[in-house]
């Protein structure tokens, strides 16, 4: 069974970077065919997709959060990053790691989400 758990800090000041993990079980982050991303979801804009990082460390961003996002893994703790940078409050969302088939497309597996407020 694939499991992906989210973790990182529930509050974030505006301006700092919003730094979350996502650490998986049941899974290697470098099987082939497989990318690994980032989605956040928010009243106001609904689903995002924010970008993804591939079994071979190739990574990909939504143009419109290109300029401040990285996604950057651990192979030998099994973990994926995500760094937003610059943050505003409308950053505030709900965060998900998910498996997505590069090959087939769709998620197949999700995190359970962590919820992130940009406040001060």
């Known amino acids: 069974q694939v499991q992906l758990q989210e973790s990182g800090p529930g509050l974030v000041q505006p301006s700092q970077t919003l730094s979350l993990t996502c650490t998986v079980s049941?899974?290697?982050?470098?099987?082939?065919?497989?990318?690994w991303s980032w989605i956040r979801q928010s009243p106001d804009k609904g689903l995002e997709r924010m970008g993804f990082?591939?079994?071979?460390?190739?990574?990909y961003y939504n143009p419109s959060l290109k300029s401040r996002t990285s996604i950057s893994r651990d192979t030998s703790k099994n973990q994926f990053t995500l760094q937003l940078m610059s943050t505003t409050p409308e950053d505030t969302a709900v965060y998900y790691c998910?498996?997505?088939?590069?090959?087939?497309?769709?998620?197949?597996?999700w995190g359970q989400g962590t919820r992130v407020i940009v406040s001060s």
């Open positions: 998910a498996r997505w088939h590069l090959i087939l497309g769709g998620y197949d597996y």
């Open positions: 990082i591939t079994y071979s460390g190739s990574s």
């Open positions: 049941g899974a290697s982050i470098t099987t082939d065919s497989y990318a």
